[in-house]
């Protein structure tokens, strides 16, 4: 473990974003993101409703095709440090009535592809356990997850990430739509991660709430407005360009693109 | 009738016959399920209408009914159609459905004009061929049943040895993928098996009525368990049981064709399920109406006789009663009754009043009503003129914990928003 932990530090970044754009229904929502994200922090990737938040998310978890650029985690692909990523999708994205129980989800975090023909060993079962318990939810385990409230399905989502055992944590919205009671078990659980030398990065759709526990922030708005350590980014400049809506010219031109199918970039354009 | 059954079970033929839908049922049942929870019912029904040209052109090829070139033929068939239901939806504008409905209908009609020439032609072997629209489980041969068997248990295999990633693509398809599953090779392997499934079903069921064997069984089961696994094994029983019981019920029916004995079988299962099933069931539900209209109304016969004593009336009649509240007079008299048995009601000449009990049972609904007006008035910002009727409904629903809280959060109060005192 120390080992490990040693050979990280060294490391400077969790997640470097290069060129990176992508269209969604043939729309360009991200031109040219770059930047990179420290280790060991809590990170919030924040902007308005269809900034492209979950897109970036997407597109570093290999999710969505990519028109350019590439993202690298821990300095690698994410092929190579599968296991030390945990993903959790934002909660609307499933259909709840799925016939499985709080314990069944969570134990979805310790499936690994190599070994999916195997049984879950004991280990995984008491580190689902502990997952479970570490969210709250050790007296619904046995509950269908279509009973449980919004805040307690987030809260599931969560107990699957944390059973994963990985190393940063990419989590889209985990605050929508939670009870006050499942924020605080959140936010609490993101410093004791922070503290345990772990990443998150967290997308989040305004700065009113929460935003105190980030440590470093990603401005986004289609493009990148900015990123740095909170107290540098967090200027009345920045958001502005942030929520002031988006550039009148560029939503144009994403139409055009849109109208005329046109690739973002030409054929044989590589970026450097 | 009786001879009928016992036909059923001591004939080699039929005992042929029985094993072999037994195990094409339960095959549907466990495949449908993943169709079912994959929301890609429609891409089944696609599926059985589409593998009839395969059929014919496996025929033709062979020249006879040789199992495994019908299924070949099924298999290779059924794949393009889904290939091409994916590829119309993704690439053009269509909608899924309307791809759906679009290939399914023009690879049906593919099969019937092959079909028609296939008939027309000389070979003897062709009679029959016509069974596959409906169904004629009759028609399976000791090798047809063979292949169906070895197949299903590849099936069945297959099914255990996937069953995890099934179970992730089925749940969250982006979580499977960002650990690493190969979500896109998952699916077409639950495709194939939904193909392979239609493909050994169709003798005995038919193209046209294929896929409410896939779909009826999974739907059932949903209603009766919210585990997976299980949901998966009662599905298997839903479709063998179906299956066998339509089989024997076309047979003593002058042989008519089996897939539309198994359709009715299947919806009687369904519709059991949708009446008798724990909680979201038709009777279920009905009872548990019931058992709130009922606790609504005992509640507020003992809040009236509560307000009344509050206004100096402790020996109520009917008359009484029905001044301040005013309801039916034939259930007043029922309901009182009601409760004078359960002992919150005394009755003295023909008069009534609250028991020990029934005056603690009624000072807590109106203690609930009464605190819930505040609450609505302190922290909801009603108007008083406006919290009444929310209250009379809330005050059923308050339970001892709700209580408790809302007494702290109101500091224990001791009067509502009209003054009225609340009770202890």
């Given at each position: 473990m120390k080992n490990r932990e040693g050979r990280m530090k060294n490391?400077?970044?969790?997640i470097e974003v290069h060129n990176l754009s992508v269209a969604y229904n043939k729309i360009p929502?991200?031109?040219d993101i770059d930047f990179e994200i420290p280790q060991g922090q809590i990170i919030g990737i924040v902007g308005p409703n269809g900034s492209g938040k979950s897109t970036l998310l997407k597109a570093i978890m290999g999710l969505v095709p990519l028109s350019s650029g590439y993202t690298k985690i821990f300095d690698k692909d994410l092929n190579a440090v599968r296991e030390k990523v945990a993903y959790v999708p934002q909660r609307?994205?499933?259909?709840?009535?799925?016939?499985?129980t709080v314990e069944d989800v969570v134990r979805m975090?310790?499936?690994k592809p190599g070994k999916l023909f195997n049984r879950l060993s004991v280990i995984d079962k008491e580190l689902a356990s502990q997952a479970i318990e570490k969210v709250k939810l050790t007296p619904y385990k046995?509950?269908?997850?279509?009973?449980?409230s919004g805040g307690q399905q987030q809260r599931v989502f969560l107990a699957r990430a944390l059973a994963q055992g990985a190393d940063i944590y990419i989590m889209d919205?985990?605050?929508?739509?939670?009870?006050v009671a499942t924020e605080k078990t959140i936010l609490d659980l993101l410093i004791t991660m922070k503290n345990e030398g772990k990443t998150v990065v967290i997308v989040h759709?305004?700065?009113?709430?929460?935003?105190?526990?980030?440590d470093y922030l990603v401005l986004l708005?289609?493009?990148?407005?900015a990123h740095g350590p909170t107290k540098e980014v967090l200027t009345e400049e920045n958001l502005q360009a942030t929520?002031?809506?988006?550039l009148n010219l560029l939503t144009k031109l994403q139409n055009i693109i849109k109208e005329k199918d046109f690739p973002i970039r030409e054929k044989g354009f590589e970026d450097k | 009738m009786m001879e009928g059954i016992t036909y059923f079970f001591t004939d080699p033929i039929a005992q042929k016959v029985i094993m072999g839908i037994a195990i094409i049922g339960a095959v549907s049942g466990v495949v449908g399920t993943f169709s079912f929870l994959r929301k890609k019912t429609l891409i089944a029904d696609a599926i059985s209408h589409s593998v009839l040209p395969g059929i014919c052109l496996g025929f033709m090829f062979?020249?006879?009914?040789d199992p495994i070139v019908l299924l070949t033929g099924a298999l290779v068939i059924g794949w393009i159609s889904v290939w091409l239901i994916d590829y119309l939806s993704s690439t053009t504008k269509l909608s899924a459905d309307t791809a759906i409905a679009l290939v399914s209908t023009l690879f049906f009609a593919i099969g019937s004009v092959l079909l028609s020439v296939i008939s027309k032609?000389?070979?003897?072997?062709?009679?029959?061929?016509?069974?596959?629209?409906?169904?004629?489980?009759?028609?399976?041969t000791t090798f047809d049943v063979e292949v169906f068997t070895v197949v299903s248990i590849a099936i069945f295999v297959l099914v255990i040895l996937f069953f995890k990633p099934f179970q992730l693509v089925c749940f969250n398809h982006e979580f499977a993928k960002s650990i690493g599953v190969k979500v896109k090779r998952m699916e077409f392997l639950l495709s194939t098996l939904t193909v392979m499934t239609v493909a050994i079903g169709i003798q005995a069921v038919g193209v046209v009525l294929m896929s409410a064997l896939l779909i009826a069984p999974a739907a059932s089961a949903r209603y009766w368990t919210n585990r997976l696994p299980i949901m998966i094994l009662l599905a298997a029983l839903f479709g063998t049981f179906s299956s066998v019981i339509g089989v024997m019920l076309s047979t003593m029916k002058?042989?008519?064709?089996t897939g539309p004995w198994i359709v009715f079988s299947l919806f009687t299962f369904t519709l059991f399920t949708l009446l008798f099933?724990?909680?979201?069931?038709w009777f279920s539900i009905k009872r548990r109406n019931l058992s709130n209209h009922k606790k609504i109304t005992e509640e507020n016969l003992l809040k009236t006789f509560y307000q009344l004593k509050e206004e100096g009336?402790?020996?109520?009649?009917f008359r009484d009663f029905l001044e301040k509240r005013a309801v039916d007079t034939h259930s007043l008299v029922r309901d009182v009754r009601r409760m004078v048995k359960h002992g919150f009601l005394v009755e003295k000449d023909k008069t009534f009043s609250l028991t020990e009990s029934g005056n603690k049972e009624a000072a807590r609904v109106l203690r609930s009503h009464r605190l819930w007006e505040l609450y609505l008035t302190n922290r909801?910002?009603?108007?008083n003129d406006h919290i009444h009727g929310t209250a009379e409904t809330i005050e059923h629903l308050i339970t001892p914990e709700i209580e408790q809280l809302l007494l702290k959060e109101l500091d224990?109060?001791?009067?509502?928003?009209?003054?009225k005192e609340i009770p202890y």
């Amino acid at each position: 473990m120390k080992n490990r932990e040693g050979r990280m530090k060294n490391k400077k970044n969790s997640i470097e974003v290069h060129n990176l754009s992508v269209a969604y229904n043939k729309i360009p929502v991200l031109w040219d993101i770059d930047f990179e994200i420290p280790q060991g922090q809590i990170i919030g990737i924040v902007g308005p409703n269809g900034s492209g938040k979950s897109t970036l998310l997407k597109a570093i978890m290999g999710l969505v095709p990519l028109s350019s650029g590439y993202t690298k985690i821990f300095d690698k692909d994410l092929n190579a440090v599968r296991e030390k990523v945990a993903y959790v999708p934002q909660r609307e994205s499933v259909d709840w009535n799925f016939p499985a129980t709080v314990e069944d989800v969570v134990r979805m975090g310790r499936y690994k592809p190599g070994k999916l023909f195997n049984r879950l060993s004991v280990i995984d079962k008491e580190l689902a356990s502990q997952a479970i318990e570490k969210v709250k939810l050790t007296p619904y385990k046995d509950r269908q997850i279509a009973q449980l409230s919004g805040g307690q399905q987030q809260r599931v989502f969560l107990a699957r990430a944390l059973a994963q055992g990985a190393d940063i944590y990419i989590m889209d919205e985990p605050f929508v739509g939670v009870d006050v009671a499942t924020e605080k078990t959140i936010l609490d659980l993101l410093i004791t991660m922070k503290n345990e030398g772990k990443t998150v990065v967290i997308v989040h759709h305004d700065l009113q709430t929460v935003s105190n526990s980030f440590d470093y922030l990603v401005l986004l708005n289609t493009r990148l407005i900015a990123h740095g350590p909170t107290k540098e980014v967090l200027t009345e400049e920045n958001l502005q360009a942030t929520y002031g809506g988006q550039l009148n010219l560029l939503t144009k031109l994403q139409n055009i693109i849109k109208e005329k199918d046109f690739p973002i970039r030409e054929k044989g354009f590589e970026d450097k | 009738m009786m001879e009928g059954i016992t036909y059923f079970f001591t004939d080699p033929i039929a005992q042929k016959v029985i094993m072999g839908i037994a195990i094409i049922g339960a095959v549907s049942g466990v495949v449908g399920t993943f169709s079912f929870l994959r929301k890609k019912t429609l891409i089944a029904d696609a599926i059985s209408h589409s593998v009839l040209p395969g059929i014919c052109l496996g025929f033709m090829f062979a020249g006879t009914k040789d199992p495994i070139v019908l299924l070949t033929g099924a298999l290779v068939i059924g794949w393009i159609s889904v290939w091409l239901i994916d590829y119309l939806s993704s690439t053009t504008k269509l909608s899924a459905d309307t791809a759906i409905a679009l290939v399914s209908t023009l690879f049906f009609a593919i099969g019937s004009v092959l079909l028609s020439v296939i008939s027309k032609s000389q070979n003897a072997e062709q009679t029959g061929l016509k069974n596959f629209l409906f169904g004629k489980a009759a028609t399976m041969t000791t090798f047809d049943v063979e292949v169906f068997t070895v197949v299903s248990i590849a099936i069945f295999v297959l099914v255990i040895l996937f069953f995890k990633p099934f179970q992730l693509v089925c749940f969250n398809h982006e979580f499977a993928k960002s650990i690493g599953v190969k979500v896109k090779r998952m699916e077409f392997l639950l495709s194939t098996l939904t193909v392979m499934t239609v493909a050994i079903g169709i003798q005995a069921v038919g193209v046209v009525l294929m896929s409410a064997l896939l779909i009826a069984p999974a739907a059932s089961a949903r209603y009766w368990t919210n585990r997976l696994p299980i949901m998966i094994l009662l599905a298997a029983l839903f479709g063998t049981f179906s299956s066998v019981i339509g089989v024997m019920l076309s047979t003593m029916k002058n042989n008519m064709p089996t897939g539309p004995w198994i359709v009715f079988s299947l919806f009687t299962f369904t519709l059991f399920t949708l009446l008798f099933a724990p909680h979201k069931g038709w009777f279920s539900i009905k009872r548990r109406n019931l058992s709130n209209h009922k606790k609504i109304t005992e509640e507020n016969l003992l809040k009236t006789f509560y307000q009344l004593k509050e206004e100096g009336n402790t020996a109520v009649s009917f008359r009484d009663f029905l001044e301040k509240r005013a309801v039916d007079t034939h259930s007043l008299v029922r309901d009182v009754r009601r409760m004078v048995k359960h002992g919150f009601l005394v009755e003295k000449d023909k008069t009534f009043s609250l028991t020990e009990s029934g005056n603690k049972e009624a000072a807590r609904v109106l203690r609930s009503h009464r605190l819930w007006e505040l609450y609505l008035t302190n922290r909801m910002n009603f108007k008083n003129d406006h919290i009444h009727g929310t209250a009379e409904t809330i005050e059923h629903l308050i339970t001892p914990e709700i209580e408790q809280l809302l007494l702290k959060e109101l500091d224990f109060p001791t009067s509502d928003p009209h003054n009225k005192e609340i009770p202890y």
